[in-house]
């Protein structure tokens, strides 16, 4: 029996809207919501960064306000006060940044979380959180990490707002990010601008996954470490390489390259034609 089913109403029975026709009520209830969030996340990273700048500047606003009203001193000293207190002001500043956002993203939940893998354009609130947990560290290491970067106080930093940081460690970049999903063992060194992260963006999904370094790890200037990475106690990563996501580096070896390759193992240098690529 033939079907005779309208052609217009073929677009209705597949879920989709005809062209030129108002999306279905569900479907515009969702974008707005979609908006919603948006427009929830923005407002709240605009507002909470504005109150940590904020607290962090005010003891630097009141100690210059107070040197300026000190009529007590001539007016060549007052400047010259409040030009040599440039420096300790902008170091109580830094360090009240870190310590602000650290509390910040604990306070509000504010984590990459593990194991993710959503479309971005959805914007769901794991995305956003993630969103709004890397915007903070991104204004916490462009106004303190310049002062703090491979000091002790980076470190501290760093274990306040997420990370697993053993004992010893020495971290000399300031491109860490997604600092909930780091985990370091004792002594690891990070080298001058390595970037280790726990996320990618891949065919429009947010992937996240944990990064460890074990025991005494090094890892080279400018170097990449991806996402799932695991690396073995004492093994050091060369400079300018790339260690590609999900990797798992050996333990007592030495790798180096783009993509990384096992160039020693246990203090004996490996042949080209058995060196391991793990890309």
Same mark, same amino acid.
């Given at each position: 029996?033939?079907?005779?089913?309208?052609?217009?109403?073929?677009? #209705?029975?597949?879920?989709?809207?005809?062209?030129?026709?108002?999306?279905?009520?569900?479907?515009?209830?969702?974008?707005?919501?979609?908006?919603?969030?948006?427009?929830?996340?923005?407002?709240?990273?605009?507002?909470?960064?504005?109150?940590?700048?904020?607290?962090?500047?005010?003891?630097?606003?009141?100690?210059?306000?107070?040197?300026? #009203?000190?009529?007590?001193?001539?007016?060549?000293? #007052?400047?010259?006060?409040?030009?040599?207190?440039?420096?300790?002001?902008?170091?109580?500043?830094?360090?009240?940044?870190?310590?602000?956002?650290?509390?910040?993203?604990?306070?509000?939940?504010?984590?990459?979380?593990?194991?993710?893998?959503?479309?971005?354009?959805?914007?769901?609130?794991?995305?956003?959180?993630?969103?709004?947990?890397?915007?903070?560290?991104?204004?916490?290491?462009?106004?303190?990490?310049?002062?703090?970067?491979?000091?002790?106080?980076?470190?501290?930093?760093?274990?306040?707002?997420?990370?697993?940081?053993?004992?010893?460690?020495?971290?000399?970049?300031?491109?860490?990010?997604?600092?909930?999903?780091?985990?370091?063992?004792?002594?690891?060194?990070?080298?001058?601008?390595?970037?280790?992260?726990?996320?990618?963006?891949?065919?429009?999904?947010?992937?996240?996954?944990?990064?460890?370094?074990?025991?005494?790890?090094?890892?080279?200037?400018?170097?990449?470490?991806?996402?799932?990475?695991?690396?073995?106690?004492?093994? #050091?990563?060369?400079?300018?390489?790339?260690?590609?996501?999900?990797?798992?580096?050996?333990?007592?070896?030495?790798?180096?390259?783009?993509?990384?390759?096992?160039?020693?193992?246990?203090?004996?240098?490996?042949?080209?034609?058995?060196?391991?690529?793990?890309?």
């Amino acid at each position: 029996m033939a079907d005779h089913t309208p052609e217009s109403t073929i677009p #209705q029975a597949l879920g989709r809207s005809e062209p030129g026709s108002s999306p279905p009520p569900a479907h515009r209830g969702g974008r707005w919501r979609l908006r919603l969030r948006v427009t929830w996340a923005v407002t709240s990273i605009i507002l909470t960064e504005s109150v940590i700048l904020g607290l962090s500047v005010l003891p630097a606003v009141s100690f210059w306000t107070w040197v300026y #009203q000190w009529r007590m001193i001539p007016e060549w000293a #007052q400047v010259l006060t409040m030009a040599m207190a440039f420096v300790p002001a902008y170091v109580l500043f830094a360090t009240s940044v870190l310590l602000y956002s650290a509390l910040v993203t604990r306070l509000f939940g504010w984590r990459t979380r593990p194991g993710l893998a959503l479309p971005l354009a959805e914007m769901s609130w794991p995305v956003l959180d993630w969103g709004r947990y890397l915007m903070t560290i991104h204004v916490a290491r462009t106004f303190a990490g310049p002062v703090f970067r491979s000091t002790p106080i980076w470190t501290v930093y760093l274990r306040l707002n997420g990370a697993t940081i053993g004992r010893g460690c020495w971290v000399n970049s300031l491109k860490l990010m997604d600092h909930s999903l780091l985990e370091f063992g004792d002594r690891v060194t990070i080298g001058s601008d390595a970037s280790v992260s726990g996320h990618m963006i891949e065919h429009g999904l947010l992937k996240t996954a944990p990064v460890r370094l074990g025991r005494h790890v090094t890892i080279g200037i400018n170097s990449v470490v991806g996402i799932g990475t695991t690396v073995g106690d004492h093994t #050091q990563v060369g400079a300018l390489s790339v260690v590609p996501k999900h990797s798992h580096l050996d333990a007592n070896a030495v790798y180096a390259g783009a993509p990384v390759r096992c160039v020693k193992r246990g203090g004996v240098r490996v042949n080209d034609a058995d060196s391991d690529d793990v890309a």
